[in-house]
C-alpha cells in the first residue's frame, strides 16, 4: 500500500537481512516484524472505527483516505463541477466554473 517493493528488492533486502542478522535470528526476527505489521493494522482499524463512531451518524462511510487533505479537496472540486448550476443566484446563469484540469 505504502512501499512498491518488487520481487528483486525483496531479494535484496532477504539476502541483506540474512547477511546483518544472520540465518538461525532470522526466522524469529519474521515472526516478530510479522507481529508488528498486525497490531500496527489493528491499531489503525480500531482508531477509524473509533472516529467514525465519535463523529456520529452521517460519517458511517468514512474512508482513512478521505482525511488526506489533497484527496478532501479533489472530492470537494469533483462535487463542484458535478454541480449543473450554481450556488448562488448572484451570477448570471451562463456563469461556469472554470478550473484548469491540470491542476487536478
Same mark, same amino acid.
Given at each position: 500500500?505504502?512501499?512498491?517493493?518488487?520481487?528483486?528488492?525483496?531479494?535484496?533486502?532477504?539476502?541483506?537481512?540474512?547477511?546483518?542478522? $544472520?540465518? %538461525?535470528? +532470522?526466522?524469529?526476527?519474521?515472526?516478530?516484524?510479522?507481529? @508488528?505489521? #498486525? /497490531?500496527?493494522?489493528?491499531?489503525?482499524?480500531?482508531?477509524?472505527?473509533?472516529?467514525?463512531?465519535?463523529?456520529?451518524? $452521517?460519517? %458511517?462511510? +468514512?474512508?482513512?483516505?478521505?482525511?488526506?487533505?489533497?484527496? @478532501?479537496? #479533489? /472530492?470537494?472540486?469533483?462535487?463542484?463541477?458535478?454541480?449543473?448550476?450554481?450556488?448562488?443566484?448572484?451570477?448570471?446563469?451562463?456563469?461556469?466554473?472554470?478550473?484548469?484540469?491540470?491542476?487536478?
Amino acid at each position: 500500500m505504502f512501499f512498491d517493493f518488487g520481487a528483486g528488492e525483496l531479494i535484496g533486502l532477504a539476502i541483506l537481512a540474512m547477511v546483518l542478522v $544472520g540465518p %538461525e535470528r +532470522l526466522p524469529r526476527l519474521a515472526v516478530d516484524a510479522a507481529k @508488528f505489521v #498486525k /497490531k500496527a493494522r489493528d491499531f489503525a482499524s480500531h482508531a477509524t472505527n473509533e472516529l467514525k463512531s465519535n463523529l456520529g451518524p $452521517g460519517f %458511517e462511510d +468514512l474512508d482513512a483516505t478521505d482525511l488526506n487533505p489533497k484527496n @478532501f479537496i #479533489k /472530492k470537494q472540486i469533483g462535487n463542484v463541477l458535478d454541480d449543473d448550476s450554481p450556488k448562488s443566484t448572484k451570477y448570471p446563469s451562463s456563469f461556469a466554473y472554470a478550473i484548469d484540469p491540470d491542476l487536478l
